[in-house]
T-cell receptor, first 112, second 116 residues
Framework: DAGITQSPRHKVTETGTPVTLRCHQTENHRYMYWYRQDPGHGLRLIHYSYGVKDTDKGEVSDGYSVSRSKTEDFLLTLESATSSQTSVYFC???????????FGQGTRLTVV | DQQVKQNSPSLSVQEGRISILNCDYTNSMFDYFLWYKKYPAEGPTFLISISSIKDKNEDGRFTVFLNKSAKHLSLHIVPSQPGDSAVYFC???????????????FGKGTLLTVNP
């Protein structure tokens, strides 16, 4: 399995506070992704990166920003957390071409 | 607009029988399809994939079939085992921008329960 880790694994935060989730991969994968999983919605893409400093929006990007300053790290920031952002967040990474992406264990975020 | 659809939220089968999970897609640019399995409190794990140039791919008990004209794929698990009980996600990649920008679009998932 690819080495991909997320931190923190669990977080409770208050509405209006900034939150940053971290993803680290050791496979030198070019692509990295942030998804959120919600009941009835499956996995929805928030943002993705196709290289250092190269990022693009997914289908549910509002309220989120990302940064990728190194190949191995991909950060997801909630500028001002809202209750609708309570979710389980998954990071994934994958190589070039049509190939599978490998997922981290997830971060359960609760915004109160 | 949901581009990858799994219309069955759940499926229950008996141990030893065949499980068939279905997936439909709308984007004709999708050229690579994957199935992932997810247990509670874990990240999704890759199961099997198929390229659009093929119509079948088999790996042990798992077989994926692709019908491009119908924009439909299915995952067959035979024989089903209780350990197969999990949520199964269908995903598709479109390799947009001339194949230089890969992102996976997922369906909502199907909860498979295999009863002993």
């Amino acid at each position: 399995d690819a080495g991909i880790t997320q931190s923190p694994r669990h977080k409770v935060t208050e509405t209006g506070t900034p939150v940053t989730l971290r993803c680290h991969q050791t496979e030198n994968h070019r692509y990295m992704y942030w998804y959120r999983q919600d009941p009835g919605h499956g996995l929805r893409l928030i943002h993705y990166s196709y290289g250092v400093k190269d990022t693009d929006k997914g289908e549910v990007s509002d309220g989120y920003s990302v940064s990728r300053s190194k190949t191995e790290d991909f950060l997801l920031t909630l500028e001002s957390a809202t209750s609708s952002q309570t979710s389980v967040y998954f990071c994934a990474s994958g190589g070039d071409g049509n190939t599978e992406a490998f997922f981290g264990q997830g971060t359960r975020l609760t915004v109160v | 607009d949901q581009q990858v659809k799994q219309n069955s939220p759940s499926l229950s089968v008996q141990e030893g029988r065949i499980s068939i999970l279905n997936c439909d897609y709308t984007n004709s640019m999708f050229d690579y399809f994957l199935w992932y399995k997810k247990y509670p409190a874990e990240g999704p794990t890759f199961l099997i994939s198929i390229s659009s140039i093929k119509d079948k791919n088999e790996d042990g008990r798992f077989t994926v079939f692709l019908n491009k004209s119908a924009k439909h794929l299915s995952l067959h698990i035979v024989p089903s085992q209780p350990g197969d009980s999990a949520v199964y996600f269908c995903a598709a990649s479109d390799g947009e921008n001339g194949g230089s920008n890969y992102k996976l679009t997922f369906g909502k998932g199907t909860l498979l329960t295999v009863n002993p």
